[in-house]
């Protein structure tokens, strides 16, 4: 097994195709359903240059939205959680949409026999719950279930709907979004990046294996890791990791080409001292942006074309392979 060529992590005709192909044919973790609980409660976020929104309608249904007003396309909600029951507006025209989407008032249009409200409501995209977490999808080419695949199994013993949202933190670095995914999902790269994490564990016993739409990662951690030894990333770009009492999410976001967000939650039992989750948040964080400054080293070589592809470890990099190979059946 060979690395992708670096077209695929610079050219932009590339990525243009992954955020048709990849990006608004598959789901996408938003965020706990606590969040949207009451109704006009809503989230907004960006998943690869697409402004999209989950709603609480006032009707106890759960919707979603493209996050864009139909008249000139202007953004209707800030990225970020907020309430706006019964109604939506649109900050540019005051075009007033009703929380279910459809179009009810547009003040000052003028006079246009063609015109009639009912054909303009919000254009509506998919959306699902799975165990107290809510996933968008644009145009899915597979149901939810389908798409998590083995991960239903896999998790089926874990508490998660019994934790609750502690905090949620968004990092950015200047990386394609796909050097930090191979990177994430192997765990060749610890004993050089991670000196801590690496003491942390029993590294000689670490396991990655591609699954049924998702790549686990598994080590005995020691003494004292707040980490519980398991670690999954998700088609295609979210991860969970465990820990003794809670867990965390993250979302993989590409700004452009060469940047990329990373969105966490983290989830503990209520039971768990404040101070042990903010260690535990801290030490995760510490982890995670110790390796955005070999990914950003790593996107610079793609970039000059210094790297030639070269072989993968059959031992710690099959989810690496299985990534690639998943990419490239999407864009097919």
């Not at 759960?62 to 000139?72: K, M, T």
């Not at 942390?200 to 707040?226: C, N, Q, S």
């Not at 790297?307 to 990534?323: I, T």
């Amino acid at each position: 097994m060979r690395n992708a060529a670096v077209g695929e992590y610079v050219d932009p005709a590339i990525y243009s195709a992954d955020q048709r192909a990849v990006f608004e044919r598959s789901w996408h973790l938003v965020g706990p359903v606590a969040r949207l609980t009451e109704p006009g409660s809503y989230v907004a976020e960006e998943i690869a240059g697409s402004k999209v929104l989950a709603i609480r309608s006032t009707d106890g249904l759960l919707r979603a939205f493209r996050n864009v007003c139909r008249h000139r396309g202007a953004r209707l909600l800030p990225e970020g959680t907020g309430s706006c029951p019964g109604f939506i507006q649109c900050p540019y025209h005051h075009w007033l949409y009703a929380d279910s989407g459809e179009l009810r008032r547009t003040p000052w249009f003028g006079d246009d026999p063609t015109f009639n409200v009912a054909d303009w409501p919000l254009d509506a995209i998919t959306i699902d719950e799975w165990r107290g977490l809510v996933f968008v999808a644009i145009d899915p080419v597979e149901s939810l279930a389908s798409q998590l695949g083995g991960l239903t199994a896999e998790l089926a013993e874990e508490p998660l709907e019994s934790y609750t949202l502690h905090r949620e933190e968004r990092m950015i670095f200047d990386a394609n979004w796909k050097i930090y995914v191979d990177n994430f999902i192997e765990g060749y790269h610890i004993p050089g990046i991670h000196p801590e994490f690496f003491q942390a564990i029993e590294f000689d016993k670490f396991e990655t294996t591609a699954r049924d739409g998702y790549v686990y990662m598994t080590a005995p951690p020691r003494e004292g890791l707040f980490y519980r030894g398991v670690w999954l990333w998700m088609w295609p770009d979210w991860t969970l990791s465990l820990f003794a009492n809670g867990f965390n999410t993250s979302r993989i976001n590409p700004l452009s080409i060469d940047r990329t967000e990373l969105v966490y939650h983290y989830y503990f039992a209520d039971s768990v001292p404040l101070e042990e989750k903010e260690r535990t948040v801290a030490g995760s964080i510490e982890v995670v942006r110790q390796d955005f400054e070999i990914c950003l080293h790593t996107n610079r070589n793609y970039t000059s074309r210094a790297y030639r592809p070269g072989p993968l470890s059959p031992h710690h990099e099959q989810g690496v392979a299985y990534f690639q190979q998943r990419l490239a059946a999407a864009r097919r």
